[in-house]
């Protein structure tokens, strides 16, 4: 089952909205994944999967405007 091109442009804009809310945060460490990781450490990640989500977007609306669906 694949999802919708539009699933993946608002899993994007939702982790660039948490990116951009920890920048916020004054925290020195965050939990991910039941570790206490460096703040920065978070915030990349969550900017990596803002970006993975967007270049899935992007590639799905190229392709289809190739194939002319």
Do not use: P, Q
Request: hydrophobic content about 55%.
């Amino acid at each position: 089952m694949r999802m919708h091109k539009n699933v993946y442009l608002a899993l994007a804009i939702l982790f660039l909205i948490s990116f951009i809310y920890s920048l916020f945060d004054i925290g020195a460490t965050h939990k991910l994944f039941f570790w206490e990781v460096n703040i920065w450490v978070y915030r990349l990640f969550r900017l990596a999967i803002a970006a993975l989500f967007m270049k899935s977007y992007l590639e799905i609306r190229n392709r289809e405007k190739s194939t002319g669906k």
